[in-house]
């Protein structure tokens, strides 16, 4: 079955609107676990625009112990220090999660919006990649469906790739639907010919969601923007539920 990993990044982004504490993020995370999300998912990036330093920390008292539960960090792994930033590889190391996901994502991009050009990138990838393996750390990338990018992200020494699924949600209900799902479904085809398993994560939702899920050797999927919406009118513990029912 396809692992349900929740982002609480917008759990986070209301809470930084005003002064305090509130909404906590832990208890959200909580009562995701609480309802069978089977991890917990955070992007912490150098403006602290939502998941900050303090909020990884605090995750990671509560997802580690736990056993059963993965704690997923992901962001850009050339991202410095900056203020109480420590950067992002330092506070990886510091946390050790379960899952490491590496993501192309600047400053200035409002969301991931697109995976490793690999060519470019794969070299200074490498030995990143090796010490967070050799740390225990499972390491994806994100990328996109495209299977020389796919085939360099093996030679790279990736454990995952995870596929990022924005063109297949932009195309729903469109004419292109179907084609855009093949593409990433021959995408995870290949990746899994080479060893590598397959996370995806953008824009899944309740709509969309089981289609993807039918890929073969799906590990997991993250979903955040989505599912807050959706426990704005469901609430959140139901919407935990909804997901998981589409997964199982």
């Known amino acids: 079955m396809t692992a349900l990993s929740i982002n609480l990044n917008k759990v986070s982004l209301l809470r930084n609107s005003r002064e305090g504490n509130y909404p906590k993020v832990v208890s959200h995370a909580q009562l995701c676990i609480d309802n069978g999300a089977d991890g917990i998912t955070v992007h912490p990036r150098p403006d602290q625009r939502h998941i900050r330093p303090s909020d990884v920390r605090d995750l990671a008292e509560l997802v580690t112990p736990l056993g059963h539960v993965e704690f997923n960090i992901e962001g850009n792994p050339f991202a410095s220090e900056i203020a109480d930033y420590p950067g992002f590889l330092e506070?990886?190391?510091?946390?050790?999660?379960?899952?490491?996901?590496?993501?192309?994502?600047?400053?200035?991009?409002?969301?991931?919006?697109?995976g490793f050009d690999l060519t470019s990138a794969g070299n200074a990838l490498g030995p990143i990649i090796e010490?967070?393996?050799?740390?225990?750390?499972?390491?994806?990338?994100?990328?996109?469906?495209?299977?020389?990018?796919?085939?360099?992200?093996?030679?790279?020494?990736?454990?995952?790739?995870?596929l990022y699924t924005g063109p297949f949600a932009a195309a729903w209900g469109k004419a292109d639907q179907e084609s855009i799902f093949q593409q990433h479904l021959k995408a995870a085809e290949?990746?899994?010919?080479?060893?590598?398993?397959?996370?995806?994560?953008?824009?899944?939702?309740?709509?969309?969601?089981?289609?993807?899920?039918?890929?073969?050797?799906?590990?997991?999927?993250?979903?955040?923007?989505a599912f807050i919406v959706d426990s704005l009118t469901s609430g959140m513990a139901a919407t935990v539920r909804a997901y998981k029912k589409l997964l199982s």
Not at 140 to 149: A, G, K, R, V, Y
Not at 193 to 205: E, F, I, K, Q, T
């Open 91 to 114: 506070l990886v190391r510091e946390i050790r999660p379960d899952q490491c996901t590496l993501v192309p994502d600047t400053d200035s991009q409002l969301t991931s919006d697109h």
């Open 131 to 162: 010490e967070l393996k050799s740390q225990g750390i499972r390491v994806s990338l994100f990328m996109d469906p495209d299977p020389h990018q796919i085939t360099l992200a093996a030679e790279a020494g990736a454990d995952r790739i995870e």
């Open 190 to 225: 290949l990746a899994t010919s080479l060893g590598m398993g397959v996370n995806a994560g953008h824009d899944l939702n309740l709509h969309n969601l089981a289609k993807f899920a039918s890929i073969p050797n799906l590990l997991e999927v993250s979903i955040g923007h």
